[in-house]
């Protein structure tokens, strides 16, 4: 568990999602301990952030023996939450909303989607990976009845706010957004923000100044 009143930063979180991975590896690859020195060097990091992420949920691994690889990638699955499983809904099934239902990896990490929604009545009441397309003019009654824990927004940035709107009447304290633009949620709700196009601008930004600097 968290230790009481720290405040872990979202860069540390970020970190704790990629040593899970991580872990993942060297478990397939039979690794039974891990030193942090070799954990950061396999992400480039420093051994130095590698155990102080991990001093914030506690003591793990023994001096000069480092850390058990299963279990510590345990633990950090507990510490994310991924050690459950978590019910999702996703609205709008556009591309991305597609190939959010198609992607396997979140099954694996726990987060299945339960309930789709769409406002095309060519799409509603369709069969959609064994899913059926819910009409998104009921989404309140829906998600409340569904009990869904987790809700992904991906529709077009006009109606997003709308729709943000209703999901958190529904009670929804998770929100996963793909709508390129910014959300108003009260300051219970956790919205995080995935704008692909703001990526792709930073790897452009960064092309550009290597460019420069030849």
């Not at 991975?21 to 051994?47: F, G, H, Q, V």
């Not at 480092?66 to 990638?73: A, I, M, S």
């Not at 992607?103 to 899913?131: A, L, T």
Request: charged share 25%; hydrophobic share 40%; aromatic share 8%.
């Amino acid at each position: 568990m968290v230790k009481p009143q720290l405040r872990i930063s979202e860069s540390t979180i970020h970190r704790l999602s990629i040593y899970y991975r991580a872990l993942n590896r060297l478990e397939r690859e039979n690794y039974e301990t891990i030193s942090s020195k070799e954990l950061a060097k396999r992400e480039k990091l420093t051994p130095a952030q590698v155990r102080k992420d991990l001093s914030f949920f506690g003591s793990f691994g023994t001096r000069g023996l480092g850390y058990p690889v299963t279990e510590l990638r345990d633990k950090i699955a507990e510490i994310l939450g991924i050690n459950r499983s978590w019910s999702v809904a996703l609205v709008g099934v556009g591309n991305i909303g597609s190939a959010l239902v198609s992607y396997k990896e979140f099954q694996k990490q726990g987060f299945r989607i339960r309930k789709i929604f769409d406002n095309d009545q060519r799409k509603i009441g369709s069969n959609h990976k064994g899913i059926i397309v819910s009409d998104a003019d009921d989404i309140v009654t829906e998600l409340r009845d569904s009990k869904i824990e987790i809700v992904v927004i991906a529709v077009p940035s006009l109606v997003a706010q709308m729709i943000v709107d209703d999901v958190v009447r529904a009670g929804i304290k998770a929100i996963l957004n793909f709508a390129p633009i910014n959300l108003k949620v009260p300051d219970d709700v956790y919205l995080r923000n995935e704008n692909m196009a703001m990526e792709l601008e930073y790897l452009s930004f960064s092309l550009c100044n290597d460019e420069a600097q030849l």
